[in-house]
């Protein structure tokens, strides 16, 4: 029975069964008991007192550990102690709860990512014991430094509404809290999120790359992120060694944001109203967006067709064109053509990109888009060459947002980020039926047999 319970230092002496199906465990010590002050057996007992102490549960049901122990008197005279009561490691003094029932409790809602309410609930304790024993349990983590990284991926996620007050100055109102946070996700490794600041400002950036030591930032080889002018001022300022590389999602959704804008403004002039489902322009609207080589026989007939045929349809021809090209040179990164591309083949698909764009300059909408791709021309040659993407920063943030949700939100900013960084740091389980597959990528310079 003692081996069953588990609790080092007593026995079990009775279990009872209460009317509300839960159980009471009746414990004695079962170790030699000595002066805490100066280490003197105990001889002579001063008082018996009884302690409750609730335990995790067992078998579906509550578990209270009631234990009978024993208040001592201490026959050393010179000892500061008059009196001691029994204490084991499992049992601590003046604990209403077991050290495992609280070790469960941070699992739960570390490790499961539950809702604090719900695990307290489910161990019968109060919302703040259960909180309590999560926050000993990862805030001595977070708070230590992140391990080396190799590549740092940034990106924003907005959590809630921003807090607003009044200035009891002035009268006016003023952001107190801005809930755009900005997190720093190890990309290379499985460290998750490495930390989070309010704000998506420039300083807010370097502030928490310049906590952080010297030899860690000499690290970073890439720094990924989306096509944020603040994010790419601060890592210029704090991390000049670093390739600066922007994220290839976010270049192909400004291309097919490119192509609606000017669907938008054709169906527009040419109908003087909104799109309908009868108009051709419609019927192609998302066959526009997706991959050409995704697209069936049948599906690109259709979109190559209704452009071909309608004249009006001729920029909208010309954009599309404009992003294939751009997915044309994003197609020689390591990741797609599991080779490292040619600085040469970069630079010309880069030429034949700008070069298409130029000619077709008086349509407004390639026109600025041109401009945004001369603007961050370093930034996207480094992403195809190193193959770097921040694909990594946003799953952390579906993480989060899938967190936040399962809590119905969060009020308390640094909670919110405590939770943010516990759910991005959970070891990743698969499935035992899951298949591996492990991909070769050549690095170097393919010979193909002569």
Same mark, same amino acid.
């Given at each position: 029975?003692?081996?069953?319970?588990?609790?080092?230092?007593?026995?079990? #002496?009775?279990?009872?069964?209460?009317?509300?199906?839960? $159980?009471?465990?009746?414990?004695? +010590?079962?170790?030699? $008991?000595?002066?805490?002050?100066?280490?003197?057996?105990?001889?002579? &007992?001063?008082?018996?007192? !009884?302690?409750?102490?609730?335990?995790?549960? =067992?078998?579906?049901?509550? @578990?209270?550990?009631?234990?009978?122990?024993?208040?001592?008197? %201490?026959?050393?005279?010179? %000892?500061?102690?008059?009196?001691?009561?029994?204490?084991?490691?499992?049992?601590?003094?003046?604990?209403? @709860?077991?050290?495992?029932?609280?070790?469960?409790?941070?699992?739960?809602?570390?490790?499961?990512?539950?809702? @604090?309410?719900?695990?307290?609930?489910?161990?019968?304790?109060?919302?703040?014991?259960?909180?309590? /024993?999560?926050?000993? +349990?990862?805030?001595? $983590?977070?708070?230590?430094?992140?391990?080396?990284?190799?590549?740092?991926?940034?990106?924003?996620?907005?959590?809630?509404?921003?807090?607003?007050?009044?200035?009891?100055?002035?009268?006016?109102?003023?952001?107190?809290?801005?809930?755009?946070?900005?997190?720093?996700?190890?990309?290379?490794?499985?460290?998750?999120?490495?930390?989070?600041?309010?704000?998506?400002?420039?300083?807010?950036?370097?502030?928490?790359?310049?906590?952080?030591?010297?030899?860690?930032?000499?690290? &970073?080889?890439?720094?990924?992120?989306?096509? %944020?002018?603040?994010?790419?001022?601060?890592?210029?300022?704090?991390?000049?060694?670093?390739?600066?590389? #922007?994220?290839?999602?976010?270049? $192909?959704?400004?291309?097919?944001?490119? &192509?609606?804008?000017?669907?938008?403004?054709?169906?527009?002039?040419? =109908?003087?109203?909104?799109?309908?489902?009868?108009?051709?322009?419609?019927?192609?609207?998302?066959?526009?967006?997706?991959?050409?080589?995704?697209?069936?026989?049948?599906?690109?007939?259709?979109?190559?067709? !209704?452009?071909?045929?309608?004249?009006?349809?001729?920029?909208?021809?010309?954009?599309?064109?404009?992003?294939?090209?751009?997915?044309?040179?994003? /197609?020689?990164?390591?990741?797609?053509?599991?080779?490292?591309?040619?600085?040469?083949?970069?630079?010309?698909?880069?030429?034949?990109?700008? !070069?298409? %764009?130029?000619?077709?300059?008086?349509?407004?909408?390639?026109?600025?888009?041109?401009?945004?791709?001369?603007?961050?021309?370093?930034?996207?040659?480094?992403?195809?060459? !190193?193959?770097?993407?921040?694909?990594?920063?946003?799953?952390?943030?579906?993480?989060?947002?899938?967190?936040?949700?399962?809590?119905?939100?969060?009020?308390?900013?640094?909670?919110?980020?405590?939770?943010?960084?516990? /759910?991005?740091?959970?070891?990743?389980?698969?499935?035992?039926?899951? &298949?591996?597959?492990?991909?070769?990528?050549?690095?170097?310079?393919?010979?193909?047999?002569?």
């Amino acid at each position: 029975m003692d081996t069953l319970f588990g609790l080092t230092g007593v026995r079990v #002496v009775e279990v009872d069964t209460e009317p509300d199906d839960s $159980v009471t465990v009746y414990v004695q +010590t079962a170790v030699t $008991v000595v002066c805490p002050g100066c280490a003197t057996p105990a001889a002579r &007992i001063k008082e018996r007192v !009884t302690g409750r102490i609730r335990d995790v549960p =067992y078998g579906g049901r509550r @578990v209270r550990v009631v234990w009978w122990k024993q208040r001592w008197s %201490c026959l050393n005279e010179d %000892c500061p102690r008059g009196s001691f009561t029994e204490s084991v490691t499992d049992l601590p003094t003046r604990s209403r @709860v077991t050290p495992r029932l609280r070790r469960s409790c941070a699992r739960s809602i570390g490790d499961s990512g539950r809702a @604090v309410a719900e695990v307290a609930a489910s161990h019968g304790v109060s919302w703040h014991t259960a909180h309590d /024993a999560f926050t000993a +349990t990862v805030d001595p $983590v977070l708070a230590g430094e992140p391990e080396p990284v190799t590549d740092l991926g940034i990106d924003e996620v907005r959590r809630g509404r921003p807090r607003l007050a009044a200035d009891p100055d002035t009268g006016r109102t003023r952001q107190i809290a801005d809930r755009w946070h900005t997190g720093f996700t190890d990309l290379s490794g499985p460290q998750g999120l490495l930390g989070q600041v309010e704000g998506r400002r420039t300083a807010d950036v370097t502030t928490w790359l310049e906590q952080r030591d010297p030899a860690w930032l000499a690290g &970073i080889r890439t720094v990924s992120i989306d096509m %944020c002018p603040a994010f790419r001022a601060a890592v210029r300022e704090a991390l000049p060694h670093a390739l600066l590389c #922007v994220d290839p999602f976010h270049l $192909v959704q400004l291309a097919n944001r490119m &192509i609606t804008t000017v669907r938008w403004r054709i169906v527009r002039n040419k =109908y003087g109203r909104r799109g309908r489902k009868t108009d051709p322009e419609y019927g192609i609207k998302r066959l526009l967006t997706r991959n050409r080589e995704d697209l069936s026989p049948p599906q690109l007939a259709k979109l190559w067709n !209704t452009m071909a045929d309608d004249p009006t349809l001729t920029d909208l021809h010309l954009a599309w064109i404009t992003k294939e090209h751009l997915r044309d040179l994003l /197609a020689l990164r390591i990741t797609r053509s599991h080779t490292t591309p040619a600085p040469s083949l970069v630079r010309d698909r880069w030429a034949t990109l700008l !070069t298409w %764009c130029a000619d077709h300059a008086h349509v407004d909408e390639i026109a600025a888009f041109a401009r945004t791709l001369d603007t961050w021309r370093d930034e996207i040659v480094n992403a195809v060459l !190193t193959g770097a993407s921040n694909a990594g920063s946003e799953g952390i943030n579906r993480i989060q947002k899938l967190d936040a949700r399962a809590a119905f939100g969060y009020r308390n900013p640094d909670n919110q980020r405590r939770r943010a960084r516990t /759910a991005t740091r959970r070891p990743r389980k698969r499935s035992p039926n899951a &298949i591996s597959r492990n991909r070769l990528w050549v690095t170097g310079p393919q010979h193909h047999p002569g």
